[in-house]
């Protein structure tokens, strides 16, 4: 997003909904799906389900700043790490007298969790004689930076938020535009959504807190991704399998390749100890 005018929640959120109408539609060659091997063998879950656990999607935002710019989501199950991270790869320098490409790109980490922090990958000159570089990070730990400090939990400053009446973190409706629309909510629909969800390993829809009957019509977040979810229903998306434990189908590799992302081989970022002595 744009930076707002000011704090102010509704400036905040204002530039949020200017991003989202900025998203293009997804493309069917901009998606992979996965399943992971096993997954049918659950005795709650069909022989021949379908339901992805692992999904990888690029998406496109058709504005000034961020024409070009692929974003590349993914998420899964029985993946080889268990992490929430926003990772900004920078280009290749031109014109690279080091060869420091084959080392792979610098990157900004944002670690959301576990272990907070915020670091940098980039590369520097290997001690030593000789002319060699090699890839470190400049690191900001919280955990390390700011001991002593309690650090909240999502939900714990979403509730605090709400008891100060601040809304900035919360959405808006005009974000997912929520009206009523007087519908017959049919069984077909529900089990939708709880497909989408996983129902056997991820929980199950209920619309017990809405009046009986009504359906909500949902746009701008959900525009997004409706249609999508449209065509893994009817069919048009199968997942590929891969291994529990990988880092997902080989295919979402592929993709991100694809649209310009370098996988940094041999590099892992270890978080840094706590001990001072």
Partial sequence: MEKPVSLYPEHIRDEKVKVLESVQPIRAEDVVLGQYEGYTEDPTVPKDSKTPTFAAVVLRINN??????????????????????????????????????????NEFVIRLQPSEAMYMKLMVKQPGLEMS?????????????????????????????????????????????????????????????NHHLGKSHHG??????????ICFKKKVAWEIFTPLLNRIDNGEIKPNTYTPGSRGPKEADELAARVGYRQTHGYIWIPPSLRTD
């Fill in 64 to 105: 000034e700043r961020w024409d070009g710019v692929p974003f590349i989501l993914k998420a899964g199950k029985a993946l080889n790490s268990r992490k929430a991270e926003i990772r900004v790869q920078f280009k290749d320098v031109p014109g690279d007298i080091f060869k420091c490409n084959k080392h792979g790109r």
């Fill in 133 to 193: 570089t090699t890839q470190s990070e400049l690191d900001l730990s919280y955990q390390q930076r700011y001991q002593g400090i309690a650090i909240p939990e999502a939900y714990e400053r979403l509730i605090l938020d709400t008891i100060r009446g601040d809304q900035q973190h919360f959405v808006r409706r005009d974000e997912l535009k929520i009206q009523p629309h007087p519908v017959v909510m049919s069984s077909n629909i529900s089990m939708s959504l």
């Fill in 204 to 213: 199950k829809v209920t619309l017990q807190e809405y009046p009986q009957n």
